[in-house]
């Protein structure tokens, strides 16, 4: 071996390695006194998972991907807010693909596998009682990927808070509703229509789609009409994702209507609104009041097709407040400047917001502890303004608005209540028998009104 080359003694390199784990170590001690805390280890976080189930994929793709974006908008405020240090909250999303199987199969993805304390989540009101079915009675045919044991036994038991507007006639222990009922959205407007401001309308058109919602909005509304003379012209339901509205325009012709009321939901909306308006009917004469359109649905229909046309809701994005001029501006900053945000979406963001002013207060994510909190009367100022939890029946106090469609696809709010309006989910013109009280035993049953399901 060339001499440049050879190898040091067993004693030489014995004693070089000792000098140098001296020397690392005297500088290691030295380095680890001179940094401090920068050698600490990085605290590690509570994690909390947040179910969030909507459809990303079918008819109610669109409107709903618009719902997870507001919850996980919502839940990186909280995280990056500072408010809970040592607290990581992590949304677990999942598609329900605008089917009411999948829907159930996700819900229990979500229950026994993630073992998440709420979901936030639905559209549909089918969609709603499929989870809700599946939080009550699971069943073997939706057991999830990863699940091992048998479902029959004692479960986890999350809450659900629900974001949209719906037809009532429900209440659940474990269900928090932050939609309007017919009482604080689709009466309100009605009775606007029927006053002088409103053109004394006589004559009412309803279409909807064909489910739960519009049968049972519908079922109340000419309840509500019948005490006050009001004729009901036409009733017509066609499927989620009908696209034909050709024969329905005709009726609506042949009736003569002096108001249509819509509760048409999804990717119909734009059809409707283009074949009514190439039909000849105008906002001005035969003005459409719908219950599932907002400025979402609006960036996807043309402005000249829905002019002049209204929408019941209880806020609106150009409600001319600091609280919802600081969403829009933070949602737009998120999202794109092209965004908008609609009375879904405030509500999706606010159950997120009054979950966590729960858990701040429970100091839990616990479901029981979540619930007593709630059912104290919780309230919260929202975007929208100021809401109220009903301690009776988990739905929230709410404002009720009016908007008129304008040319740049937003609404110019015609009237607001003055006050908070309690919801009913159960009035007793339509279903006489009917109460809930959670703080007082539950839900009391009445006969079943026939909606013609």
């Not at 794109?336 to 609609?342: Q, T």
């Not at 009367?377 to 303004?385: C, K, N, Q, R, S």
Request: with cysteine.
């Amino acid at each position: 071996m060339h001499p440049r080359y050879a190898l040091p003694s067993i004693k030489t390199a014995l004693g070089l390695a000792l000098i140098l784990t001296w020397t690392c170590n005297l500088g290691c001690e030295q380095l680890n006194k001179t940094i401090g805390v920068l050698t600490k280890p990085k605290e590690t976080k509570e994690t909390i998972k947040l179910g969030i189930l909507h459809s990303q994929t079918g008819s109610m793709g669109m409107n709903e991907m618009s719902l997870r974006h507001a919850e996980v908008f919502a839940i990186e405020e909280i995280n990056d807010s500072g408010e809970f240090p040592k607290t990581e909250f992590v949304p677990v999303v999942k598609d329900g693909r605008s089917k009411s199987d999948h829907f159930r199969r996700r819900a229990r993805d979500l229950i026994d596998v993630e073992k998440v304390d709420v979901i936030f989540g639905c559209w549909t009101s089918l969609h709603r009682k499929a989870v809700i079915e599946e939080m009550d009675n699971p069943s073997d045919l939706f057991r999830p990927v990863g699940f091992v044991g048998n479902i029959s036994t004692k479960r986890h038991e999350p809450l659900l808070f629900y974001p949209l507007q719906y037809e009532g006639f429900e209440a659940h222990r474990n269900v928090f509703y932050f939609g309007s009922t017919p009482n604080q959205q689709i009466l309100p407007a009605i009775d606007w229509f029927l006053s002088v401001q409103g053109g004394k309308r006589q004559k009412l058109y309803l279409i909807g789609s064909d489910y739960l919602f519009p049968r049972m909005a519908n079922y109340i509304v000419k309840k509500y009409l019948e005490s006050r003379g009001i004729e009901v012209v036409d009733e017509v339901y066609l499927p989620l994702g009908h696209k034909d509205f050709g024969d329905a325009i005709l009726k609506i012709q042949q009736k003569s209507p002096d108001l249509i009321l819509s509760t048409i939901n999804g990717d119909s909306n734009r059809p409707f609104y283009e074949q009514l308006y190439k039909s000849g009917i105008r906002a001005e004469t035969l003005p459409v009041l719908a219950t599932s359109v907002a400025e979402d649905e609006l960036r996807r229909i043309p402005p000249e097709f829905v002019q002049g046309h209204y929408a019941a809701w209880s806020y609106f994005q150009s409600l001319d407040t600091p609280e919802s001029k600081k969403f829009v501006g933070l949602f737009k900053k998120t999202f794109g400047l092209d965004r908008v945000v609609d009375d879904p979406m405030e509500a999706a963001y606010t159950q997120v917001m009054v979950w966590k002013e729960a858990y701040k207060r429970a100091n839990s994510s616990d479901p029981l502890k979540i619930r007593e909190v709630l059912e104290k009367g919780l309230e919260f100022d929202a975007p929208g303004g100021r809401i109220k939890v009903d301690p009776k029946t988990h739905h929230m106090y709410k404002k009720f608005r009016l908007g008129q469609i304008q040319l740049d696809r937003q609404f110019k709010i015609i009237y607001e209540s003055k006050d908070l309006i309690a919801p009913d989910p159960f009035p007793a013109f339509a279903f006489p028998g009917w109460e809930c009280d959670w703080t007082q035993g539950g839900l009391t049953k009445g006969p079943i009104p026939k909606i013609g399901l």
